[in-house]
């Protein structure tokens, strides 16, 4: 750990249109920048894929605390509880550091690559990662690092390992989804589901996006072929299972979602492509079993997959809350009728328009791939402000103490101050340390 040779060049601005004034932190690496988690006055945020560096930057005006040089490459967005601070590499470690010094608590080797995010909960950090052609569910404890059990599991996890209701969940880019007790590693259930994020859980219920393959006669060909050629449109809905038993109970209205196919053609996969070749990956690794994954969300690269974050639902007082292809949408959760819904302007169809939501305190943010951050009122879908940040932003943003955080894909982290506390309450992706919220 050192601040010398690391130059983070920070500027403060005042957003034109509203008046919020913020600071943009300018990152040595210039990756596309996962989303920080912030606590107790410092932000932690990643260098991105293929960086070495983890930082922490004053949240109040960006200023450089310290700078942690990890011996592997590709850091994941930074999960907080307490005054530990963790984070996968996508080669091919688990580290848990000291949030006050970034001194080292323990680090442990995994396997080779890392695609999701770790999990916190009751004292254990939850991570999945390959071994020997195979792929395993492992919990450590949070101050030691001493390996308290292992599951064999099909896949790595999308996105992130999740702890909620005192049970680990997790799905995996074999479509599948995982429930595993925390204590022991006893595998609760298990379910082919097509599902394509990482489930939320919410009274007794688990809520996950879901692909379904075929086409749909709503489809726009003329549209369809402009983006990609000819062929079906895959659709994606969010469905509803069991707590207890992974059954399903109820599905959602689907949507168009030409983001799942493979083979789409993006201006920016060239970048992607040579994001891979500079980690050692001229083709994906067999260990990371992508053609399983280009099969169901149609990424086929590491540095794609790693960053996958999928139309992950939330669910805050009966109502949930999903971004699919351009729309952000509220629907009653038990009656699945549509409450309120936002279409953002997006020129492509076959990029993801919109990050997932992050909800707390009756409001509602998401980020767009044309660079701004937008907050909704939970309850009418008004929207109270939209900041262009100057940007695209991929991950899903940060919220707490009456600021915004957003890692941008120019290689820069964004805040700016709203003027109002009760912009508060999602600290980190996926809004808590085990990415379930803060409850």
């Not at 996890?157 to 702890?163: D, E």
């Not at 489930?199 to 809520?207: F, I, Q, R």
């Not at 990371?288 to 960053?307: D, P, Y």
């Not at 949930?320 to 549509?338: F, I, M, N, P, R």
Request: proline share 6%; glycine share 12%.
């Amino acid at each position: 750990m050192a601040l010398e040779g690391t130059t983070v060049r920070v500027q403060a601005f005042r957003c034109r249109d509203y008046g919020f004034k913020g600071w943009r932190a300018h990152i040595p690496s210039r990756r596309g920048i996962p989303t920080p988690a912030v606590s107790e006055g410092r932000v932690f945020v990643g260098g991105g894929f293929g960086s070495h560096d983890i930082y922490a930057l004053d949240a109040a005006e960006g200023r450089l605390l310290w700078h942690l040089r990890t011996s592997d490459d590709g850091p994941t967005a930074t999960t907080v509880v307490g005054t530990r601070v963790v984070f996968n590499t996508e080669s091919c470690t688990l580290y848990t550091v000291a949030g006050e010094s970034g001194q080292i608590v323990w680090q442990r080797w995994l396997g080779d690559p890392l695609l999701a995010q770790p999990a916190i909960g009751d004292g254990k950090v939850f991570a999945v990662y390959p071994h020997r052609g195979e792929h395993f569910l492992a919990a450590f404890e949070l101050e030691t690092g001493s390996e308290s059990w292992k599951l064999h599991v099909s896949h790595d996890a999308i996105t992130a390992v999740v702890y909620a209701e005192g049970a680990v969940f997790f799905s995996t880019f074999d479509g599948r989804v995982w429930c595993v007790d925390p204590a022991t590693g006893s595998l609760q259930w298990e379910e082919k589901r097509q599902a394509t994020s990482a489930p939320w859980v919410a009274a007794g219920k688990v809520y996950v996006a879901q692909k379904n393959p075929g086409a749909s006669s709503g489809a726009n060909p003329q549209r369809a072929r402009a983006a990609d050629g000819e062929g079906a449109w895959p659709r994606e809905r969010t469905a509803r299972v069991s707590r207890r038993s992974g059954s399903p109970e109820y599905r959602y209205r689907e949507k168009e979602a030409m983001y799942l196919r493979g083979k789409r053609r993006l201006p920016e996969m060239d970048s992607y492509q040579k994001y891979d070749a500079g980690v050692g990956f001229s083709s994906p690794p067999p260990s990371a079993k992508l053609r399983s994954a280009e099969a169901l969300i149609g990424e086929h690269l590491v540095s794609r997959a790693q960053r996958f974050q999928g139309s992950r639902p939330v669910v805050v007082d009966g109502v949930l809350y999903q971004v699919t292809g351009d729309e952000l949408e509220a629907t009653d959760a038990e009656k699945g009728h549509t409450l309120w819904k936002w279409r953002c302007e997006h020129r492509s169809v076959a990029e993801r328009a919109l990050t997932p939501p992050a909800v707390a305190n009756g409001r509602v943010w998401v980020g767009t791939w044309e660079g701004r951050i937008v907050s909704f009122e939970a309850a009418t879908g008004e929207v109270r402000w939209s900041v262009d940040v100057g940007a695209p932003v991929h991950w899903q943003p940060a919220i707490a103490g009456g600021s915004v955080f957003a890692g941008l894909e120019d290689g820069s982290l964004v805040s700016f101050r709203t003027g109002d506390p009760s912009d508060d309450g999602w600290p980190m992706w996926g809004g808590g340390p085990g990415h379930n919220g803060l409850s």
